[in-house]
């Protein structure tokens, strides 16, 4: 099995979008769907934190966007979503204050927030870590999934790339759960090389555009690293290959020191050997001339990293809902939509919530009609919680 990816040099940043779309161009005969017979596709770039350095950047969902346009694609069937879990913010709270919004609504394609609808439960074959899995109904439901990641170096996954940029696919606080049934940076590669797994079961129909044009670099990332422009831009539809095609030209050796990576290899998800695939464009060896060597985060601190969040982090930052009495009106909408059933509910009685049983997708506090629910962190208390 080979796959193609092309690289492109962004000479002059003025011209990105022209970049992108040759960069599209350069594959799309490989393509196994047929544009103009899709009416569902999804864009889905990383947004984490309200700064650019760790977003993909405006500018590369426009050039997309802008490649979509040029083959006839009615902007009412494509979207741009999200779901960055943190405890304050939405994708679409980031998109505004980054500039993202503004494109989606110059170019008429709809914003979505992944956890504003209710989750899916759906199994993952082979799934090592996550069993229980639930994944966004934007996602569950789009016929095109185009991945917009960005590289960064990451405290706890070692890197954030074309596969770890898919786990904002998991709505909202539930990514918090999953986070802590991988305690190590094994278990959690594991985990993110699950999601990934259920991504090539469910979605043959992908394509993604990788941000390289700068890449974060240090024990910062993923959110606020020092910045070392690559001026480069990769296209394909496997995103192992794509990673292990990022690394390269960070001449950065062996996948095995990413744990997602190397469980992806493993369980053949996609093609991890540099010989199968096939590069267009400029090649590789022009592409780790223009690139600056990319460096890794030591892995005492990737085990330290995922200790202090798997164990206290995400126990202590879970959002969990929190019922007034005096608002509600007692008509069981929260209980009906909770796709967990960790509302209990008895006519003309309060609903009862089972924390245990709760994976924080707020979906009661979306569907509350008397705004009877809020959140909280959960606090503390959380460190005495399995999850
Ligand atoms: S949806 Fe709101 S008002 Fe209705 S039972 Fe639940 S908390 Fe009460
Ligand atoms: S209780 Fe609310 S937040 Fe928890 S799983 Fe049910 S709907 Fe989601």
Redesign the pocket.
């Known amino acids: 099995m080979t796959t193609k990816i092309s690289i492109v040099h962004i000479e002059d940043y003025k011209n990105i979008q022209e970049a992108i779309i040759k960069g599209i161009e350069l594959i799309e005969d490989d393509f196994k769907f047929k544009l103009q017979d899709l009416s569902n596709i999804l864009l889905k770039p990383n947004l984490l934190r309200a700064t650019e350095d760790a977003c993909t950047q405006p500018s590369f969902v426009e050039g997309v966007l802008s490649y979509l346009t040029k083959k006839g694609i009615d902007m009412k069937n494509v979207s741009i979503g999200d779901s960055p879990g943190q405890i304050k913010t939405t994708a679409s709270k980031i998109a505004k204050k980054i500039g993202l919004y503004e494109v989606a609504e110059k170019k008429g394609v709809k914003f979505v927030d992944f956890e504003k609808e209710?989750?899916i439960h759906e199994t993952i074959d082979d799934a090592i870590v996550l069993k229980d899995y639930y994944v966004s109904k934007p996602v569950k439901d789009c016929d095109l999934l185009i991945n917009l990641p960005k590289l960064k170096t990451h405290g706890e996954a070692t890197i954030t790339g074309a596969i770890k940029n898919y786990w904002g696919i998991i709505p909202g606080?539930l990514k918090a759960k999953f986070h802590l049934l991988g305690k190590t940076p094994a278990q959690f590669g594991d985990a993110l090389a699950d999601n990934y797994a259920w991504v090539i079961q469910n979605k043959p129909f992908r394509l993604t555009v990788y941000d390289l044009e700068k890449v974060m670099y240090g024990s910062m990332g993923p959110v606020s690293g020092a910045m070392k422009e690559w001026n480069l831009l990769l296209v394909g539809t496997d995103e192992l290959a794509l990673d292990v095609v990022a690394l390269a030209i960070g001449k950065f050796k062996g996948l095995n020191y990413v744990p997602h990576l190397k469980s992806a290899n493993r369980r053949n998800l996609g093609i991890g050997n540099l010989e199968d695939i096939e590069i267009v464009g400029i090649s590789l060896e022009e592409a780790k001339k223009i690139a600056p060597k990319f460096k890794m985060p030591r892995k005492s601190m990737t085990k330290f990293a995922s200790l202090i969040t798997g164990r206290i982090v995400y126990k202590v930052t879970k959002?969990?809902?929190i019922m007034t009495e005096k608002k509600c009106k007692k008509c069981g909408m929260?209980?009906e939509?909770?796709?967990?059933?960790?509302?209990d509910f008895i006519e003309d009685t309060f609903p009862e919530?089972?924390?245990k049983?709760?994976?924080?997708?707020?979906?009661?506090?979306e569907?509350c009609p008397h705004q009877a629910?809020k959140?909280k962190a959960r606090g503390f208390k959380g460190l005495f919680y399995s999850y």
Do not use: D, Q
């Open positions: 209710v989750p606080g959002k969990v809902p929260c209980a939509i909770c796709p967990a059933h960790a509302i919530f089972n924390m049983e709760c994976i924080s997708c707020l979906c009661c506090l569907v629910i959140t």
